[in-house]
């Protein structure tokens, strides 16, 4: 038995190529045209797609992305996170991080007094963290020190 492949995409290096195709042949069959050889056997258990080393002709099994965000890069041989799923991924954090001190603001409103301003501080830091260049690299601020880090119940009104 013997495997033959049709390639699709390369990286710009041309060394890494998407496996389109593989077929596993009777030894004597001859290949079809636009089929090759690639001179190894197929990986175990593969279930994700594979890719061709042109330089050392290895069938390389890309394994399932850990995130389903991710996007296979050709180029690097790996799962890769795109930037712009990175981004919404900060946003909702920073969502997160700013919905959990609304309720101090709705609290310095009820009772007249405006909000202390390292809670401002702290809030407009997080306005700002998509205006950080690095999507993987964000230097997220850190929240006040404060007693109460959660908002009141209605029993501790």
């Not at 001179?39 to 593969?46: N, Q, S, V, Y």
């Not at 101090?104 to 401002?120: K, N, S, Y």
Request: overall charge negative; hydrophobic content about 40%.
């Amino acid at each position: 038995m013997k495997t033959v492949i049709r390639l699709g995409e390369a990286c710009a290096a041309g060394r890494f190529h998407a496996v389109l195709q593989y077929m596993v042949l009777q030894d004597e069959a001859e290949a079809l045209a636009g089929w090759i050889e690639p001179g190894c056997d197929l990986p175990e258990d593969c279930t994700s797609g594979l890719i061709y080393d042109s330089q050392s002709s290895k069938l390389i099994d890309k394994k399932r992305p850990t995130d389903p965000a991710q996007v296979f890069d050709l180029a690097a041989c790996c799962w890769v996170m795109p930037a712009g799923a990175q981004w919404e991924r900060v946003r909702r954090e920073r969502d997160r991080l700013m919905s959990a001190t609304d309720w101090r603001v709705t609290r310095a409103m009820e009772i007249g007094q405006a909000l202390a301003p390292e809670w401002v501080a702290y809030r407009q830091a997080l306005r700002d963290v998509p205006l950080q260049p690095d999507p993987f690299a964000i230097d997220w601020p850190a929240a006040p020190a404060d007693e109460s880090t959660e908002a009141p119940t209605e029993a501790q009104h």
